[in-house]
Structures are given as C-alpha cells and as structure tokens.
Nanobody
Framework: QVQLVESGGGLVQAGGSLRLSCAASGFTFSAYAVGWFRQAPGKEREFVAAISWDGATTAYVDSVKGRFTISRDNAKNTVYLQMNSLKPEDTAVYYC????????????????WGQGTQVTVSS
C-alpha cells in the first residue's frame, strides 16, 4: 500500500520558518521524483518544488525561490521542504507527491499523493 505522510505543518508568524517532512512507503522511493504542492482556500492546487530521484535536479515556483529548499534522504524514504522567510501568502495545505518523472510533477500531475498538512502564516 502506497503511503505519503506529511508532517511539520503549523502556525508561524511572518518571517518565521517551518520544515515539512514527507515519509514514503509502499513503493521504491529512490526511483521516484518527489515534490510539494499547495492549495490555499478558494484557489487551485499549485506546484511548489520538486527534486529528482537522485537529488541532482530541483525545481521551484518563482514565488518561493530563495526562500524554500527541497531535499531528500533516500535511506529514510523521506523528502523535506525547508521554508524560510514565510509570508502570509504561503498559507495553504501542503501536499507531498511522487512521480516517476520530474516533469510530471512540474506539470501539476503525480502518481501518488499525500493527505496534506496545514501551514498558516500570520501577519
């Protein structure tokens, strides 16, 4: 059974930091690109960041470049999203996703999805 379980969300003040984690199981994690998406109330789901199976290639939406960093630990089947200098507009439910190809994630698609974790940034 494939599972992607996010953790690390919460409430933080603007300018603060959070680190999201996503633990994967039920598939060969090291063979998949993984990424993060987010969805704010009343808005469509948005691509945030992705990382290739070997960690060599990363991609970010322009609005988080320089503030967010995606990384992975294939030995722990876990992907991380370090979020710094958070802004109120970063408030959303953040979802972890996995796909065989990185470009599938950057095209707003995925093979597997997590259930999401809420991130709220207060002004």
């Amino acid at each position: 059974q494939v599972q992607l379980v996010e953790s690390g969300g919460g409430l933080v003040q603007a300018g603060g930091s959070l680190r999201l984690s996503c633990a994967a199981s039920g598939f060969t994690f090291s063979a998949y690109a993984v990424g993060w998406f987010r969805q704010a109330p009343g808005k469509e789901r948005e691509f945030v960041a992705a990382i290739s199976w070997d960690g060599a290639t990363t991609a970010y939406v322009d609005s988080v470049k320089g503030r967010f960093t995606i990384s992975r630990d294939n030995a722990k089947n876990t992907v991380y999203l370090q979020m710094n200098s958070l802004k109120p507009e970063d408030t959303a439910v953040y979802y972890c996703a996995a796909a065989r190809l990185l470009h599938k994630l950057t095209s707003l698609s995925s093979d597997y999805w997590g259930q999401g974790t809420q991130v709220t940034v207060s002004s």
